[in-house]
């Protein structure tokens, strides 16, 4: 099954993109700055300004689904 039809695995795979690109941002500020005025790859800019500005929530949902993947 396609992480597009459960909803859970969208879910992980939205929240790994989120604290990647949270990430790449902090070690290399400039790779995604550049792409931040840009459709496509400025997707990744937003993700990257959620990781940063909603981090004690990003936490507390990778803990979540850690959890919930331990259980399963």
Not at 8 to 23: E, F, G, I, K, R
Not at 48 to 62: L, M, Q, T
Request: proline fraction near 3%.
């Amino acid at each position: 099954m396609s992480a597009l039809f459960n909803f859970a695995s969208l879910l992980q795979v939205l929240l790994l993109l989120v604290c990647s690109c949270t990430y790449i941002h902090t070690q290399w500020p400039s790779l995604l700055d550049r792409y931040k005025n840009h459709d496509i790859l400025g997707m990744f800019w937003k993700m990257a300004r959620i990781g940063e500005r909603a981090s004690p929530y990003v936490s507390i949902a990778c803990i979540a689904m850690a959890i919930n993947q331990f259980k399963s």
